[in-house]
């Protein structure tokens, strides 16, 4: 198992931005039926996924975010056309950009494969950002997959849609069920948005015997500080003991993401949370090329 932060005393302790290497040193189970020995061609695409077990540390402000981020790269030719996937009922994904389902149980539709995915994609204001927004048909994802039986749907889905989609960023809901291994399998990096708290350790701990149980070659797990206020003591304790790993202030300009339907980067781009949001989406870059190389 790789080293993860532990649950007791009052901050979590030091351990490597990594947490997972990717090299899958845990155990699991079989995978979906394919030649053995077989290799994957290699792509140069890759899916993002934003998870936690918590609820409210800030997944979809950071995949709504870091969707933008990976666009804005893209303008300036070093980036990719995005899609952010919204797989949480609460459709928070798509409210932040201002957009809502067409309907209210075609989500669900995508994994039967009764209706593709493209239908469902709805443009931004940014040319380079789209979004395919959940609807309540996610609230049953969890036994749609069991009953489908298949391990790796939603990593075949994405392997699809990144032929036009180089980036895949995945607004995940705080669930352990069937779609948090499916999204194990179906992930490059696994980004753990953290609130400086005792609780934050034992969230990364689940978070990493989930994903380390899922598959044997499991993706790297960056973990990041969300909602950083260095006026309080706890969260000045919590980054002193985590100094590299990548952190996200508290701010107001983030909550105006949900008054103005739009990112911070375009709200305010020189302030302190859209920088952050900005060297985050590099170090995710930096892993991915690491990976890859």
Same mark, same amino acid.
């Given at each position: ?19 997972? %290497? ?8 079989? &995978? ?8 994957? +061609? ?5 899916? #993002? ?13 950071? $995949? ?7 666009? /804005?790269?893209?303008? !300036? %030719?070093?980036? !990719? ?10 459709? *928070? ?7 809502? +389902?067409? *309907?209210?149980?075609?989500?669900? =539709? ?10 469902? #994609? ?14 309540? %048909?996610?609230?049953?994802?969890? $036994? ?15 392997? &699809?849609? %990144? ?14 069920? &069937?779609?948090?291994? /499916? ?6 990096? #696994? ?13 990364? &701990? ?15 797990? @960056? ?10 003591? @706890? !969260?000045?304790?919590?980054? =002193?003991?985590?100094?590299?790993? +990548? $952190? ?9 993401? $949900?008054? /103005? !339907?739009?990112?911070? *980067?375009? #709200? ?26």
């Amino acid at each position: 198992m790789p080293r993860i932060a532990g649950s007791g005393g009052s901050a979590l302790r030091r351990v490597r931005p990594v947490v997972a %290497s990717g090299k899958g040193d845990a155990e699991a189970g079989p &995978e979906e039926d394919g030649p053995k020995g077989a290799t994957a +061609p290699e792509r140069r695409s890759a899916t #993002i996924a934003i998870y936690s077990v918590k609820g409210g540390v800030g997944k979809t402000t950071f $995949a709504a975010n870091l969707a933008w981020c990976s666009a /804005q790269a893209a303008h !300036h %030719s070093d980036g !990719h056309r995005t899609l952010l996937w919204d797989l949480d009922a609460a459709g *928070g994904s798509g409210f932040l950009y201002g957009l809502e +389902p067409k *309907g209210s149980r075609l989500a669900e =539709e995508v994994f039967n494969k009764d209706r593709p995915a493209t239908k469902l #994609i709805q443009k931004t204001a940014d040319p380079l950002v789209d979004v395919l927004p959940a609807d309540e %048909s996610i609230r049953a994802l969890d $036994a749609q997959l069991m009953r489908i039986g298949k391990r790796k749907r939603l990593a075949k889905l994405t392997e &699809e849609l %990144s032929a036009d989609y180089p980036r895949i960023v995945l607004d995940c809901p705080p669930v352990l069920n &069937e779609l948090s291994a /499916q999204v194990a399998r179906a992930a490059d990096l #696994i980004i753990v948005p953290l609130p400086p708290s005792p609780l934050s350790a034992r969230a990364l &701990e689940l978070v990493v015997r989930e994903i380390a149980g899922t598959t044997k070659r499991h993706p790297p797990i @960056l973990p990041v500080l969300s909602m950083l206020d260095m006026r309080r003591a @706890l !969260h000045r304790q919590v980054r =002193e003991a985590q100094p590299d790993w +990548p $952190a996200v202030p508290y701010a107001s300009v983030v909550e105006q993401c $949900a008054v /103005q !339907h739009r990112p911070v *980067g375009a #709200i305010s781009p020189n302030s302190p949370a859209a920088q952050a949001f900005a060297m985050l989406w590099r170090a995710i870059e930096a892993k991915l090329a690491e990976k890859r190389g």
